[in-house]
T-cell receptor, first 111, second 113 residues
Framework: GIQVEQSPPDLILQEGANSTLRCNFSDSVNNLQWFHQNPWGQLINLFYIPSGTKQNGRLSATTVATERYSLLYISSSQTTDSGVYFCAVSFLGGGADGLTFGKGTHLIIQP | NAGVTQTPKFQVLKTGQSMTLQCAQDMNHEYMSWYRQDPGMGLRLIHYSVGAGITDQGEVPNGYNVSRSTTEDFPLRLLSAAPSQTSVYFC????????????FGPGTRLTVT
């Protein structure tokens, strides 16, 4: 099956800092999504981005499908950005075959 | 819309007991799936469904059964609980066109003693 590797595994930053999270995947995919799991365990979809670049406020993501990686950028970090960020992929475009998740990047934003 | 709902939120079982985790969505999504999350791990796919009457196995299906009799509901059954099934279980759903984003329920924390 598809392998997903995320880096770094842990990241501690001060409020206001910028960060880049990376996701590498082992095979061609037609579905890539980024999720944030908050400290209460809720998973929130941030981006559906199988290719290209998207931005939503302080967050943006870029996927280079031909090179099999995706990047999530967080600018001007706030304490509410703390949590675990997951990258997940699937072969089928609609995600009909379910998602394969990486192990996540645990982000801590200190005030 | 309530989105994706899961019941119960917490459950403790003894080894060998059976139970059903409930999942429902009111967004008319065709795709639904179950994942488990263990400490330090990402989520792993248990079973998934592309529509009523159609299910398939994911990465870790052993010990679990599913059925999909309606578009809205996708229950997960533990046939004979084992301590290795202690985990947090998430249900998710998505639409088959346009946006594809997966929406997750709040999770069920299951402990098997």
């Amino acid at each position: 099956g598809i392998q997903v590797e995320q880096s770094p595994p842990d990241l501690i930053l001060q409020e206001g800092a910028n960060s880049t999270l990376r996701c590498n995947f082992s095979d061609s995919v037609n579905n890539l999504q980024w999720f944030h799991q908050n400290p209460w365990g809720q998973l929130i979809n941030l981006f559906y981005i199988p290719s290209g670049t998207k931005q939503n406020g302080r967050l943006s993501a870029t996927t280079v499908a031909t090179e099999r990686y995706s990047l999530l950028y967080i600018s001007s970090s706030q304490t509410t950005d703390s949590g675990v960020y997951f990258c997940a992929v699937s072969f089928l475009g609609g995600g009909a075959d379910g998602l394969t998740f990486g192990k996540g990047t645990h982000l801590i934003i200190q005030p | 819309n309530a989105g994706v709902t899961q019941t119960p939120k917490f459950q403790v079982l003894k080894t060998g007991q059976s139970m059903t985790l409930q999942c429902a969505q009111d967004m008319n999504h065709e795709y639904m799936s179950w994942y488990r999350q263990d400490p330090g791990m990402g989520l792993r796919l248990i079973h998934y469904s592309v529509g009523a009457g159609i299910t398939d196995q994911g990465e870790v299906p052993n010990g679990y059964n599913v059925s999909r009799s309606t578009t809205e509901d996708f229950p997960l059954r533990l046939l004979s609980a084992a301590p290795s099934q202690t985990s947090v279980y998430f249900c998710a759903s998505s639409w088959r066109e346009e946006t594809y984003e997966q929406y997750f329920g709040p999770g069920t924390r299951l402990t098997v003693t």
